[in-house]
């Protein structure tokens, strides 16, 4: 039987996993425990076009619409054919989602959508409602939890497994596969401001940029408009079915800030955070108005939970205190239509991968939707087509067990990464900036830095370091403003 490694427990490693349990030996790697993943906080819900109304043409328009063009057709496709039909199958196995008084499924509308094709889960908790769903199903895998991989191990041009070391631990352990599936997500721990998982700190990117695997698109990182915001601290996500939903973007004063952009606060989401980030510059403070949605603490029972843990007077104001930040890579290693990257053996899925289906900017819910594909598509070409070459490699999972020695090394703090990300590759960049930022970075020689000798704090911060290199190097090459990636000259 193949053996194959899947590194990550969010919904496109679980969903793979999901696939492939009866037909290879599957093991899943994963930092920290089961539920820790962007997966599971996914709010807003998961796009296709299964409403009669609808079509999976109208849903591509949108999705290049919102990418600006700048999207691989072939994959849009891939996306929103295959999407329903992978959904479709899911309900038949049971995986509930939200149903109207009707008891038809009832679907939100999010910025950019030109019809209301969202399909959530438990209100606003669909990330983790569907995450759970599809691991309940994996009753034939070994998991490795509290399990961070430092490195791939590559022989012979292929991608032969990966060096692991155990949380807080010093002994690292090759374990070797016939399929290295990257499912790492993305990188939103690289930013001061972010609505991601503590465990997603651009792992994927890093592995791949030591072991030269081709990545794709690092200029673009999404920032998401709307963060719940207290004391310069951000507090997760308040999603933007809020918007669709019928929120408005509003200043201290109640002025509204989306009112003269075209598709006001639905419009894509790098118009929206550019937009606030000009208001904020003059001054402003950003509020989320929520006086027109009818059944909020209904409908988003988990922004409300939120929003009461932190003591907001959002019943008493009908405001909720916001600020944008990091959210979702569109970038990433470089993955063919079935997730197979430049490395033979190495394939890459969910957000992580760059197969070009989001293009320069994503469209809000299709990410869950492309974990589920590119899944899909990677389990068919493993089952198919991957050679078995563990066996011939070593009878048994360990190949070497050292102790690694961590050594002294001159870092920055994660907080000063952070900050210096923010001011340099965040949502406004300035050629010069970026250039100073990449000199800045350089002092570190993070490429040289082996991660077996790093304690895990120091590995997040050298990874994270590494990506904001490949985002600063990225954004300076692009020819032009796109997307999410907008460069202006110094003021
Ligand atoms: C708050 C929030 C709300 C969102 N809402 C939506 C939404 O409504 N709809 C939508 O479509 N998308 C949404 N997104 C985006 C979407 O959730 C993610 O893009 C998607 O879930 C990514 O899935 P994934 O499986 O690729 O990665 P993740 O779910 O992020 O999982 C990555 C996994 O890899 C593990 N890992 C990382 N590095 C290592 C390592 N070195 N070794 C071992 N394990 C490692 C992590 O611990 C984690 O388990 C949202 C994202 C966030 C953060």
Redesign the pocket.
């Known amino acids: 039987m193949k053996k194959v490694l899947i ?7 679980c969903y793979l996993a999901a696939r492939l349990q009866n037909d290879c030996e599957v093991t899943i ?4 425990e089961r539920a ?4 599971m ?7 296709a076009a299964l409403d009669p109304g609808d079509s999976p043409r109208q849903h591509a328009q949108d999705t290049l619409a919102a990418g600006q063009y700048h999207n691989s057709i072939a994959a849009v496709e891939q996306l929103v054919t295959a999407g329903p039909e992978l959904l479709a199958q899911l309900i038949r196995q049971g995986m509930q989602f939200d149903h109207d008084e009707q008891g038809q499924l009832d679907f939100g509308l999010e910025g950019a959508h030109s019809y209301h094709r969202i399909l959530h889960a438990d209100g606003d908790q ?2 983790a409602a569907l995450t759970s769903f599809v691991q309940q199903q994996l009753n034939n895998v070994t998991w490795l939890t509290q ?3 430092l490195q791939l191990v590559v022989e012979h041009h292929r991608c032969r497994g990966v060096l692991v070391r155990k949380t807080g631990q010093a002994t690292t352990t090759i374990i070797n596969g016939d399929a290295v599936i990257l ?4 990188l ?1 721990n690289l930013y001061p401001y972010t ?3 503590d ?3 651009g ?2 990117f890093a592995l791949a940029m030591r072991a030269k695997v081709a990545l794709a698109d690092m200029a673009y990182v999404q920032f998401h408009p709307t963060l719940l915001m207290i004391d310069h601290q951000c507090y ?2 308040i ?1 933007e079915a809020i918007r669709g939903a019928g929120a408005r973007l509003v200043d201290e004063n109640n002025q509204r800030i989306m009112a003269t952009v075209p598709h006001h606060d639905l419009a894509p989401r790098d118009v929206v955070a550019r937009q606030l980030t000009k208001w904020q510059a003059a001054g402003h403070q950003l509020f989320l108005d929520i006086s027109d949605v009818p059944n909020f603490e209904q409908h988003f029972i988990g922004v409300t939970a939120n929003l009461d843990h932190h003591h907001i007077p959002f019943r008493e104001t009908n405001r909720i205190p916001v600020q944008p930040g990091a ?2 890579m569109m970038g990433g290693l470089r993955a063919d239509l079935n997730g197979q990257t430049s490395l033979p053996g190495l394939f890459a ?4 991968a760059c197969n070009g289906v989001h293009g320069a900017n994503r469209l ?6 492309d ?1 589920l594909v590119s899944a899909a598509k990677a389990g068919e070409t493993i089952t198919q087509t991957t050679p078995l070459t563990a066996t011939n490699l070593t009878t048994t999972d360990a190949l070497t067990s050292e102790q690694s020695r961590p050594m002294a090394v001159n870092l920055p703090s994660l907080a000063e990464l952070q900050q210096q990300a923010w001011a340099n590759i965040g949502i406004v960049r300035q050629p010069a900036k970026l250039q100073a930022f990449i000199n800045w970075l350089a002092q570190y020689h993070l490429a040289e830095l082996v991660p077996a000798q790093l304690t895990d704090a120091q590995l997040t911060i050298v990874n994270l370091g590494l990506c904001a290199e490949l985002i600063a190097k990225a954004a300076l090459a692009e020819p032009q403003n796109l997307g999410a990636n907008y460069l202006v000259k110094e003021s």
């Open positions: 590194i990550g427990a969010g919904l496109a490693g790697i994963t930092k920290g820790e993943s962007d997966s906080l996914a709010q807003g819900g998961i796009a669909t990330g399990t961070n991989v499912a790492t997500g993305g939103g609505t991601n998982d465990t997603v700190t792992d994927g997760g996500l999603t959210h979702f899925i969910g957000e992580v809000a819910s299709n990410s869950l939707l974990c």
